[in-house]
């Protein structure tokens, strides 16, 4: 994801790759976890937090880094993308993380598509249907959502891929475009770059 955001600097963006807290941390977040009694929901609790967290230094630092904080994007791949779906769609009561767009390479929501609501960023996902580690079920279920409420969004199933790496997902052609280009329209577009 560093890569990714270096190939969006060389564009004009700012980028940031955060880290947030794992496991090991023994992150307090317990009151957004789901399950408070399992290591791995509160570890996810405290990613989203973590993550609301940045996209509000983000905006309170704007000035100093040339941030415009009405035109911030929000994305990941596997557990960042699963993160940033998650904190931009308000999971379990995490807060700041208003955002125009979201990416996710690789992510889910694990059953819980509703928080995805027809006014919400825009999204757009890609997922290899062969994925054994973050099931692409769990893309289509995220589909089914966003196209039951009405959210923008695309959605770029890879046929046979695994859960590959960003390089090798946004290295993908569909239609004679790379995915990565198709990233960088969809920001284009909902960023509101094109009124600059």
């Known amino acids: 994801m ?24 023994d992150p307090p977040t317990e009151a957004f976890a789901h399950d408070p009694s399992s290591a791995q929901s509160v570890a ?3 990613a989203r937090v973590d993550a609301a967290r940045a996209v509000e230094w983000m905006r309170d630092n704007a000035a100093s880094y040339g941030i415009d904080p009405d035109r911030i994007a929000m994305g990941g791949y596997s557990a960042g993308a ?3 779906m998650g ?43 062969a994925d054994l580690t973050v099931s692409f079920s769990l893309a289509e279920a995220i589909e089914a959502q966003a196209l039951s409420v009405g959210l923008i969004h695309e959605f770029y199933p890879l046929e046979g891929v695994g859960h590959g790496t960003p390089s090798v997902l946004v290295s993908k052609v569909v239609d004679g475009i790379t995915l990565a280009d198709r990233i960088r329209n969809f920001f284009y577009v909902h960023l509101g770059l094109e009124a600059l």
């Open 2 to 25: 560093v890569a990714l955001g270096n190939a969006y600097a060389a564009r004009g963006y700012v980028a940031a790759s955060i880290s947030y807290r794992l496991v090991g941390d």
């Open 44 to 46: 996810a609790a405290a």
């Open 82 to 84: 699963i993160t940033s």
């Open 87 to 129: 904190t931009a769609y308000r999971d379990a009561g995490v807060d700041g993380a208003d955002v125009q767009a979201v990416l996710s390479l690789s992510g889910g929501l694990y059953g819980l598509e509703s928080i995805i609501e027809a006014d919400e960023a825009p999204l757009i996902m890609i997922h290899g249907t």
